[in-house]
């Protein structure tokens, strides 16, 4: 049988932590529950999870920090817990690395089928499939790379997963919904979310991000990928 999922829980709350800390270990996740982001960065490095749920708010280094110092080592996926509720603070989180938030309170329920969600997301990204070449861009599944001409380009979890989608829908301009669906498998959401990493993988893959070439808005519908690098 295959391993249960190993989950990193990150929340000084001890009510929260206990209770999510439960929640998954009764639906058969492994868990590693930390009060504090220096003793789980440890951890981490360590033995990267499957997932890391992290809160925003957190003593000795921050959420956000946490997420960052993960994100230059690790591709595992991360779902931000964040009483911060506004649409720029939640781009913020997502902007230090986060896969996903999630706003305080929120349902248990909720919580397992989202992170159920970005575990599975990313084992099937991680399954071999073919190689898919388009321009400059080479993207390999089975290694989960992505080459632009002879550059490899470190991607998270998520930005990886939203290149490979663009760039195997080259040519098509494809809504946030879309997007949003297909790539997050979320049939609701806020568009911001689709925003914020396009604007993180601009920053990875265009010579300059504020005139991209390949990751082109297409203003009140979408964004479009453009294999010939022409300008949006």
């Given at each position: 049988?295959?391993?249960?999922?190993?989950?990193?829980?990150?929340?000084?709350?001890?009510?929260?932590?206990?209770?999510?800390?439960?929640?998954?270990?009764?639906?058969?996740y492994r868990v590693a529950a930390f009060d504090n982001g220096l003793a789980a960065l440890r951890a981490v490095r360590d033995e990267v999870?499957?997932?890391?749920?992290?809160?925003?708010?957190?003593?000795?280094?921050?959420?956000?920090?946490?997420?960052?110092?993960?994100?230059?080592?690790?591709?595992?996926?991360?779902?931000?817990?964040?009483?911060?509720?506004?649409?720029?603070?939640?781009?913020?989180?997502?902007?230090?690395?986060?896969?996903?938030?999630?706003?305080?309170?929120?349902?248990?329920?909720?919580?397992?089928?989202?992170?159920?969600?970005?575990?599975?997301?990313?084992?099937?990204?991680?399954?071999?499939?073919?190689?898919?070449?388009?321009?400059?861009?080479?993207?390999?599944?089975?290694?989960?790379?992505?080459?632009?001409?002879?550059?490899?380009?470190?991607?998270?979890?998520?930005?990886?997963?939203?290149?490979?989608?663009?760039?195997?829908?080259?040519?098509?301009?494809?809504?946030?919904?879309?997007?949003?669906?297909?790539?997050?498998?979320?049939?609701?959401?806020?568009?911001?979310?689709?925003?914020?990493?396009?604007?993180?993988?601009?920053?990875?893959?265009?010579?300059?991000?504020?005139?991209?070439?390949?990751?082109?808005?297409?203003?009140?519908?979408?964004?479009?990928?453009?294999?010939?690098?022409?300008?949006?």
């Amino acid at each position: 049988m295959p391993e249960s999922p190993r989950a990193v829980l990150v929340e000084d709350d001890p009510t929260v932590r206990g209770a999510v800390d439960g929640y998954l270990r009764a639906n058969g996740y492994r868990v590693a529950a930390f009060d504090n982001g220096l003793a789980a960065l440890r951890a981490v490095r360590d033995e990267v999870p499957d997932v890391l749920i992290v809160d925003r708010m957190l003593p000795g280094i921050s959420g956000d920090e946490l997420c960052r110092e993960v994100r230059g080592f690790s591709s595992a996926p991360i779902i931000m817990l964040t009483a911060l509720g506004e649409v720029e603070q939640r781009i913020e989180g997502l902007e230090t690395g986060a896969d996903d938030y999630l706003v305080k309170p929120f349902a248990l329920r909720e919580l397992l089928l989202r992170v159920g969600a970005l575990i599975r997301r990313s084992r099937a990204a991680d399954a071999p499939t073919r190689v898919v070449v388009r321009g400059d861009f080479t993207v390999d599944p089975a290694r989960r790379q992505v080459r632009v001409r002879d550059r490899e380009v470190v991607l998270a979890a998520r930005e990886y997963e939203l290149l490979a989608y663009l760039v195997e829908n080259a040519g098509r301009t494809l809504s946030r919904d879309e997007i949003l669906r297909e790539v997050w498998g979320w049939s609701f959401g806020e568009a911001s979310t689709v925003t914020v990493h396009v604007r993180r993988l601009r920053e990875k893959i265009e010579d300059d991000p504020r005139h991209p070439l390949y990751l082109l808005t297409e203003w009140g519908v979408g964004y479009r990928f453009s294999t010939g690098g022409e300008a949006a």
